[in-house]
């Protein structure tokens, strides 16, 4: 007769467990979805090591896991029997897929990998999990390259606009400084915004930012709106700050000393500087937006009645009582 350790026990309990919550066959078909996204992931995957715009790509999927975390208390419970309607999930990915490899399109491809995994969520934590899971799902949205068309697009328009303005901060300064298209044209220097002075890094990173922000905080539903729509202005501030300083420093110490700080120092500084904005945002939104404190009933007696009355009071001390 076979005698089994605890250890043994153990792990056959475990594994019986898994069989019977149906976590199992969740990881599973999740192992599947991976499998046929490899090459996709692999793509994506250098895309973060070699375009400057999407760096923040590898703390998309840890920042993913850690909201999952934080909203841990709240996950529903797997499902006794799978959700069959998630199977439309699974059809517009393979659909997201196919079009994606036809047309040379990869955002598709990754696209695909979020209805893939919506479609593992409700398969088998139902509705609920989908809501539950959601959050996740779109900020993993974000370490997705877009694709080159709309990132082009997108580029010059963010040029301008941050070589316009910061020609006028820098007049407003008292320098010298005339937008060329693209050209700040000072004098003793000529700063070219180019692609990748156009701010888009910082945009994405800062919509990620401000997104996964706007999930985990306690605010009202107008506030997390205008915080995730703070994200282009104060992305588009950062790189004015950016690309003023280093006109100023052009002009003041010296092209070499002014590269130095383009290229290191104040490359660095802009996420700080943009997140110290959000927390001004924020602290100015505390005081201006606030909410209605009910009125309650509660009994009074009356001078010289000799009974209580229940009356609505309200906020605002001892004597701010009305019928």
Same mark, same amino acid.
């Given at each position: 007769?076979?005698?089994?350790?605890?250890?043994?026990? @153990?792990?056959?309990?475990?594994?019986a467990?898994?069989?019977?919550?149906?976590?199992?066959?969740?990881?599973?078909?999740?192992?599947?979805?991976?499998w046929?996204?490899?090459? #996709?992931l692999?793509a994506m995957?250098? =895309?973060?090591?070699?375009?400057?715009?999407? @760096?923040?790509?590898y703390?998309?999927?840890?920042?993913?896991?850690?909201?999952?975390w934080?909203?841990? #208390?709240?996950?529903?419970?797997?499902?006794?029997r799978?959700?069959?309607?998630?199977?439309?999930?699974?059809?517009?990915?393979?659909?997201?897929?196919?079009?994606? #490899?036809?047309?040379?399109?990869k955002?598709?491809?990754?696209?695909?990998?979020?209805?893939?995994?919506?479609g593992?969520?409700?398969?088998?934590?139902?509705?609920?999990g989908?809501?539950?899971?959601?959050?996740?799902?779109?900020i993993?949205?974000?370490?997705?390259?877009l694709?080159?068309?709309? @990132?082009?697009m997108?580029?010059?328009?963010?040029q301008?606009?941050?070589?316009?303005?910061?020609?006028?901060?820098?007049? =407003?300064?008292?320098?010298?400084a005339?937008a060329?298209?693209?050209?700040?044209?000072m004098n003793?220097?000529?700063?070219?915004v180019?692609?990748?002075?156009s701010?888009l890094?910082?945009?994405?990173?800062?919509?990620?930012?401000?997104?996964?922000?706007?999930?985990?905080?306690?605010?009202?539903?107008?506030?997390k709106?205008?915080?995730?729509?703070?994200? $282009?202005p104060?992305?588009?501030?950062?790189?004015v700050?950016?690309?003023? $300083?280093?006109?100023?420093m052009?002009?003041l110490?010296?092209?070499?000393w002014?590269?130095?700080?383009f290229h290191d120092f104040?490359g660095?500084?802009?996420?700080?500087?943009?997140?110290?904005?959000?927390?001004?945002?924020?602290k100015v $939104?505390?005081?201006?937006?606030?909410e209605?404190?009910?009125?309650?009933?509660?009994p009074?007696?009356?001078?010289?009645?000799?009974?209580?009355?229940?009356?609505?009071?309200l906020?605002?001390?001892?004597?701010? $009582?009305?019928?």
């Open positions: 007769m076979e005698i089994k350790t605890s250890e043994q026990l @153990e792990s056959n309990s475990l594994w467990r898994l069989v019977r919550s149906g976590a199992l066959y969740a990881i599973v078909l999740l192992a599947a979805v991976v046929a996204l490899w090459p #996709d692999t995957y250098e =895309t973060w090591g070699t375009n400057p715009a999407y @760096e923040h790509g703390l998309v999927p840890l920042f993913a896991v850690g909201l999952l934080w909203r841990r #208390d709240s996950m529903p419970a797997m499902s006794a799978p959700d069959f309607k998630a199977l439309g999930f699974f059809a517009l990915g393979m659909a997201s897929q196919f079009f994606g #490899d036809t047309l040379y399109v955002w598709l491809d990754g696209f695909a990998l979020l209805l893939y995994l919506c593992v969520v409700q398969m088998y934590w139902g509705l609920r989908l809501i539950w899971a959601g959050p996740s799902i779109i993993l949205f974000f370490m997705i390259p694709p080159y068309t709309i @990132e082009q997108m580029k010059y328009p963010l301008r606009i941050s070589t316009l303005a910061s020609a006028y901060t820098l007049q =407003t300064l008292g320098f010298t005339i060329d298209g693209t050209l700040i044209l003793h220097a000529t700063l070219g180019v692609d990748a002075c701010g890094r910082m945009l994405m990173m800062f919509f990620f930012m401000t997104i996964f922000a706007a999930f985990i905080l306690d605010r009202p539903i107008e506030q709106v205008l915080i995730v729509l703070s994200a $282009l104060i992305a588009i501030l950062s790189n700050i950016r690309i003023s $300083l280093t006109g100023i052009h002009e110490v010296g092209e070499e002014a590269n130095r700080v104040a660095w500084l802009m996420m700080p500087t943009a997140l110290g904005m959000l927390w001004v945002e924020l $939104l505390s005081h201006l937006i606030f209605e404190t009910e009125a309650r009933l509660v009074v007696v009356l001078p010289g009645a000799g009974r209580a009355e229940s009356r609505r009071r906020p605002g001390g001892p004597g701010s $009582l009305r019928r």
